[in-house]
């Protein structure tokens, strides 16, 4: 097992590589640069005044002598200053970061709370009121757009019950009260979009599974339903749900701007909007790197939980 971690952990390293070439490369591909975002709102200025910012910032160096220097402060732990607001990049990110992952969480553990006896309850008892409700449910969670939801949320609260979320962010720690009712409403919003797919996917995983033989058998030795259920049937059809569970996960990190946004949520997707439209290259390239981190060791931690809902999976 420490083997097969380590090999991973290694193979992570040309991976973020890859990234962290391309983001670099793709930021500089898009019209105008951080100078002319910053000089926009300028009524004059001359072109003399433009290559001394640009060096000032050292946007005027080679292509490879910027990426150099990058790499080598992002592996010193300086991942450098943003451009607009001049603040260190890595403190910044690891705010928002920390906003964004709290948000995901609540949203995995409402959607668990919400699939997992959704998804079993629908498959045991097949095409009656209880599954066609369920599957009701699932197809409206996938089809309602969860920014529609939001939208429709704030207005319903502030027009019907005159009620509108704390703006900002309050940690758990300073206030948990008003923490909560920051979080409660978006995170209920995201995970409901991931608890209709999961349920139903599960739903359907489950029925291939309570079709097979061992699971006849250990009806046949009279072993309760519940113990079937959960100790046979659930473990087996939760695989193919965890796969894609840490992939959707991994991507909500980066894909919930526009919860954020509608929420007044400092998270890291409304950070990185706000960079992409100001060109500030450090906290973009930043960024992509921390999630495209959190992304790969998302999924390492995926492959190690197949070892625990199948015994059968081992890793040498």
Do not use: C
Request: charged share 15%.
């Amino acid at each position: 097992m420490r083997a097969y971690i380590l090999k991973r952990i290694l193979l992570m390293i040309p991976t973020l590589m890859g990234v962290s070439l391309l983001v670099f490369s793709l930021v500089r591909l898009l019209p105008g640069d951080a100078v002319m975002a910053m000089l926009e709102e300028v009524s004059y200025v001359t072109e003399e005044d433009i290559e001394r910012m640009r060096e000032q910032l050292g946007l005027n160096k080679p292509f490879v002598e910027q990426y150099v220097h990058w790499i080598g402060g992002m592996l010193t732990g300086d991942w450098g200053e943003s451009l607009h607001t001049t603040e260190p990049v890595l403190p910044l990110l690891w705010d928002s970061f920390k906003v964004t992952a709290e948000l995901v969480a609540l949203a995995t553990i409402f959607a668990l709370m919400i699939a997992i006896p959704l998804g079993v309850i629908a498959a045991i008892r097949q095409d009656t009121m209880i599954d066609y409700a369920a599957r009701l449910f699932a197809i409206g969670g996938i089809s309602l757009p969860n920014f529609w939801l939001a939208i429709l949320f704030i207005l319903a609260a502030s027009l019907w019950f005159h009620y509108l979320p704390p703006i900002g962010y309050l940690t758990p720690f300073e206030d948990p009260w008003g923490n909560f009712q920051q979080f409660i409403f978006p995170s209920l919003i995201l995970g409901y979009g991931l608890a209709a797919s999961k349920a139903r996917m599960l739903r359907n995983t489950m029925l291939e599974v309570l079709r097979q033989d061992y699971v006849r058998t250990a009806y046949s030795k009279g072993l309760r339903e519940r113990t079937v259920i959960w100790r046979h049937v659930l473990k087996n059809s939760f695989i193919p749900v965890l796969t894609i569970w840490g992939v959707v996960f991994a991507r909500m990190l980066g894909g919930t701007v526009i919860i954020e946004v509608i929420f007044a949520l400092p998270g890291v997707g409304r950070t990185m909007y706000e960079a992409i439209l100001e060109r500030d290259y450090p906290v973009v390239q930043g960024g992509t790197i921390l999630l495209a981190t959190a992304m790969v060791f998302s999924n390492l931690i995926v492959d190690l939980l197949y070892g625990w809902f199948d015994p059968r999976i081992r890793y040498t």
